[in-house]
T-cell receptor
Framework: GDSVTQMEGPVTLSEEAFLTINCTYTATGYPSLFWYVQYPGEGLQLLLKATKADDKGSNKGFEATYRKETTSFHLEKGSVQVSDSAVYFCALGRGDGSARQLTFGSGTQLTVLP | GAVVSQHPSRVICKSGTSVKIECRSLDFQATTMFWYRQFPKQSLMLMATSNEGSKATYEQGVEKDKFLINHASLTLSTLTVTSAHPEDSSFYIC????????????FGQGTRLTVV
């Protein structure tokens, strides 16, 4: 079945450091891929998504490229801020591009220090 | 974006009691909602799909009689953990999507359940 393997945390960085959170997946067919972020005390919010191979999702300085050859969707940001401190989830959506039913990675806690 | 509200955010209950968690779509109608559970340091696992006006669809290994789901209206789904035990302690979160055009899922804030 579908599965998502995500880099274990927690990750602690200094402000303006470069961020990479690794995510790889196993799935049949052509899944859509998502990154969600959860700020303390809040629900999950969609950060970015990609629906087909070689698509790049981007939002708020974060980027991730759908790499079918390596079955990966790594999250990157060139310069993190304290306000980026949150839990980040990589997720896979079943085939039709819908985010209605998702398979999640375990989440990565990011703490950015001033 | 659309808003999904989940209540309560935290609940502590005694073993043997039942706990109800509500998931509401505040500004859209949702014929389908999803319930997830997260164990510490693990993924969010899909528990069940809640369908308005019909029975929920449960994932393999999820006990239907333990986790009762009611989706009585287009804006409300409830998850009731019956006869709760300490092993039911977990983080429960729901999601919903507008019925047409939008492929994004909107999540509630989650409920931290602790059974003592």
């Amino acid at each position: 079945g579908d599965s998502v393997t995500q880099m274990e945390g927690p990750v602690t960085l200094s402000e303006e450091a470069f961020l990479t959170i690794n995510c790889t997946y196993t799935a049949t067919g052509y899944p859509s891929l998502f990154w969600y972020v959860q700020y303390p005390g809040e629900g999950l919010q969609l950060l970015l998504k990609a629906t087909k191979a070689d698509d790049k999702g981007s939002n708020k300085g974060f980027e991730a490229t759908y790499r079918k050859e390596t079955t990966s969707f790594h999250l990157e940001k060139g310069s993190v801020q304290v306000s980026d401190s949150a839990v980040y989830f990589c997720a896979l959506g079943r085939g039709d591009g819908s985010a209605r039913q998702l398979t999640f990675g375990s989440g990565t806690q990011l703490t950015v220090l001033p | 974006g659309a808003v999904v509200s989940q209540h309560p955010s935290r609940v502590i209950c005694k073993s043997g009691t039942s706990v109800k968690i509500e998931c509401r779509s505040l500004d859209f109608q949702a014929t389908t909602m999803f319930w997830y559970r997260q164990f510490p340091k693990q993924s969010l696992m899909l528990m069940a799909t809640s369908n308005e006006g019909s029975k929920a669809t449960y994932e393999q290994g999820v006990e239907k009689d333990k986790f009762l789901i009611n989706h009585a209206s287009l804006t409300l789904s409830t998850l009731t953990v019956t006869s709760a035990h300490p092993e039911d302690s977990s983080f429960y979160i729901c999601s919903a999507s507008p019925p047409r055009g939008n492929t994004e899922a909107f999540f509630g804030q989650g409920t931290r359940l602790t059974v003592v």
